[in-house]
């Protein structure tokens, strides 16, 4: 896979995808967002790939938002359009895909930037980072998904306070809000998200898939997330991952999962 703004490096059952425009903080113009997505739909569909990190080049921006280049002199439709697409390639479908995306987020987090962290299925932060959602200060609102997952990560209160007043937290007040789950050194940001990595891609892909699935139903419909769960509970049992998973228990040995 070759692609102008990403890189793509895989190890094993392990994809590391890098946002490559450090000139420009690594922000978000449309030809990111679609290669993105493509690379992301690739990995996605790849059965060797069991975990995905996504992070930014550079040792300054995880990603500095949406391209304000590409967007100044967009008419009402042309705004709404960016929103649609740019949800449905890049945000939502991140949130959906089921293999797991973890963002390793190694500097400044910032308007879509934040937002595609926040799409990811959990996220890291390096103690420089910086996160916030500066919409407001240029006229507009988060548009890729950020007054949605924002009050669900860190509550209603912060949310609000973070995109009225526009500023940027650090990694440690974003930890302490539930916005990232772990804070560690730079330099030791993609050896220690790797570590977490490769605790995953040891699991049932096909369970992980499927516990993807359930929590995401929930945060739409909490009635709809319990029905998701028993439904997908249920089809594990007609797993091979769930024979080889309660076999290996059974036996005394470690699974191998064939992922299916
Ligand atoms: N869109 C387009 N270009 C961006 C960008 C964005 N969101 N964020 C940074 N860049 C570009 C800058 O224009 C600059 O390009 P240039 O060298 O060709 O002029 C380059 O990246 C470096 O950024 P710069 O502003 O010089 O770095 P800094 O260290 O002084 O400031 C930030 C860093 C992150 C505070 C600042 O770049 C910033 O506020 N960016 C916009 C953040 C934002 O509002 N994002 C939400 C968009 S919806």
């Known amino acids: ?23 420009k903080l690594n922000a978000l113009n449309k030809a990111t967002i679609q290669e993105l997505h493509d690379a992301l739909a690739q990995l996605d569909a790849e ?14 921006a995880f990603v500095a938002g949406a391209d304000i280049s590409e967007f100044a002199h967009f008419s009402i439709e042309e705004g709404a359009q960016l929103a649609a697409l ?5 945000f939502d479908f991140v949130e959906n895909m089921k293999t797991p995306v973890i963002a390793a987020v190694n500097g400044f987090a910032l308007g879509g930037g934040l937002e595609l962290a ?65 804070v560690v050194p730079q330099a030791e940001l ?15 892909p096909v369970a992980i898939s499927y ?5 995401n139903a929930g945060l739409i419909d909490t009635k709809e997330g319990f029905k998701t769960e028993i439904k997908s509970f249920g089809k594990c049992f007609g ?10 228990f059974l036996e005394k040995r470690k699974a191998t999962f064939p992922g299916k």
């Open 239 to 248: 797993t091979e991952d769930f024979k080889e998973g309660t076999t290996a």
């Open 118 to 182: 926040m799409a990811c299925h959990f996220r890291i932060a390096s103690d420089n980072a910086k996160m916030g959602l500066p919409e407001v200060t240029l006229g507009v609102i988060p548009g890729y998904g950020g007054t949605q997952r924002l009050p669900q990560l860190v509550g209603k209160g912060r949310a609000m306070e973070m995109i009225m007043t526009a500023g940027m937290i650090d990694a440690e007040t974003a930890k302490s809000y539930g916005l990232v789950n772990h």
């Open 211 to 215: 516990a993807i699935k359930a929590v």
């Open 1 to 23: 896979m070759t692609f102008e703004n990403i890189l793509v490096a895989t190890e094993g059952h392990l994809a590391t995808l890098t946002i490559n425009r450090p000139s």
């Open 86 to 90: 740019g949800q449905e390639i890049l």
């Open 47 to 60: 059965a060797t790939i069991k975990a995905i990190i996504l992070t930014g080049s550079g040792e300054k």
């Open 190 to 204: 993609l050896e220690f998200t790797k570590d977490i990595a490769s605790k995953i891609t040891k699991n049932s």
